[in-house]
């Protein structure tokens, strides 16, 4: 059984570009969630899709955007860059069920410069 | 959200055990307890979850006070690999809420 994946480990952007992170869910899993982590911060839910549907959302602006695809693999769009966007973000993928565990990848670090 | 408070940081020696307390005194009658940690560069990961009764898996045991407002984690013998961040967070069973992270408890141990 493969873990989460994410790719690319390491991304630096200009202020003003548009960037896509990856992600690759564990096998069986319907879900996906994304979150941003700021240094020294706990992470941030900015949201999650199940079934290729968007099913929650934090308190990120629209220019934050997702997909998820039919092998439940997914996508991170961040547009209009801002050095605030430097953070670590980190994909985690589960099964939708009432305990919900949350199986994370080891996350794409992005520099804003 | 429910909210939970946590030490900011805890030291242990090698080979002892380690309680890390967590206070959930706003926690509803359908929130699991849940505990994930993030060791140095890597991702969170889960630990263990409960809801009343105490719980025990192969990484650690989970103590739930009686009127469930508060919580320890228990690692019965850390090893230096122990060292992360602990996060306690609260979730609601009967909604697909997503997980709420505080700073958490830094563990760190030595040898």
């Known amino acids: 059984e493969t873990g989460v994946t994410q790719s690319p480990t390491h991304l630096i952007k200009t202020r003003g570009q548009q960037v896509t992170l990856r992600c690759s869910s564990q096998?069986?899993?319907?879900?996906v969630s994304w979150y941003q982590q700021a240094l020294g911060q706990g992470p941030q839910f900015i949201f999650q899709y199940y079934r290729e549907e968007e099913n929650g959302r934090g308190n990120f602006p629209p220019r934050f955007s997702g997909l998820q695809f039919p092998n439940y693999s997914s996508e991170l769009n961040v547009n209009a860059l801002e050095l605030d966007d430097s953070a670590l973000y980190l994909c985690?993928?589960?099964?939708?069920?009432?305990?919900?565990?949350?199986?994370f990848g080891p996350g794409t670090r992005l520099t804003v410069l | 959200d429910a909210k939970t408070t946590q030490p900011n940081s805890m030291e242990s020696n090698e080979e002892e055990p380690v309680h890390l307390p967590c206070n959930h005194s706003?926690?509803?009658?359908?929130?699991?307890i849940h505990w994930y940690r993030q060791l140095p560069s890597q991702g969170p990961e889960y630990v263990i979850h409960g809801l009343t009764s105490n719980v025990n898996n192969r990484m650690a045991s989970l103590a739930i006070a009686e009127d469930r407002k508060s919580s320890t984690l228990i690692l019965h013998r850390a090893t230096l690999r122990d060292a992360a961040v602990y996060y306690c967070?609260?979730?609601?069973?009967?909604?697909?809420?997503?997980?709420?992270f505080g700073k958490g408890t830094r563990l760190s141990v030595i040898a």
């Open positions: 967070i609260l979730r609601d069973f009967k909604a697909s809420t997503p997980l709420v």
């Open positions: 706003t926690i509803s009658g359908t929130d699991y």
């Open positions: 096998s069986g899993h319907n879900t």
């Open positions: 985690a993928s589960s099964f939708l069920d009432r305990t919900d565990t949350q199986y």
